[in-house]
């Protein structure tokens, strides 16, 4: 099993910025992708960013030149510093990590989730 812990959400005022953070702990043999999904209300959960242990990483077009995805690989955690946010970035950000297992399966992990509010 495999736990994913995020942290750094909260509230600030357009042009400000956060850094979330996500902390995976467990028994697995890799983690091959880490990356954020986001999910306003009323709205289907989207992607923000993802990472990959090894490659470039992916920005959806509405964070791009904004947000900046980042691994620390001994740690096994993925922040994501945001910059320039705008009230339409409020949403609930989720980790997600796809890890291999000891029996060579990839699984999809999700955090638990940690709200980003965007005052104008």
């Known amino acids: 099993q495999v736990q994913l812990v995020e942290s750094g959400g909260g509230l600030v005022q357009a042009g400000g910025s956060l850094r979330l953070s996500c902390a995976a702990s467990g028994r697995f043999f890799s983690i091959d992708v880490m990356g954020w999904y986001r999910q306003a209300p009323g709205k289907q959960r989207e992607l923000v960013a993802t990472q990959p242990t090894s490659g470039s990483a992916d920005y959806a077009d509405a964070v791009k030149g904004r947000f900046t995805i980042s691994r620390d690989n001994a740690k096994n955690t993925v922040y994501l510093q945001m910059n320039s946010l705008k009230p339409e970035d409020t949403a609930v950000y989720y980790c997600?990590?796809?890890?291999?297992?000891?029996?060579?399966?990839?699984?999809?992990?999700w955090g638990q989730g940690t709200q980003v509010t965007v005052s104008s």
């Open positions: 997600k990590a796809v890890v291999t297992t000891y029996r060579y399966v990839h699984n999809n992990y």
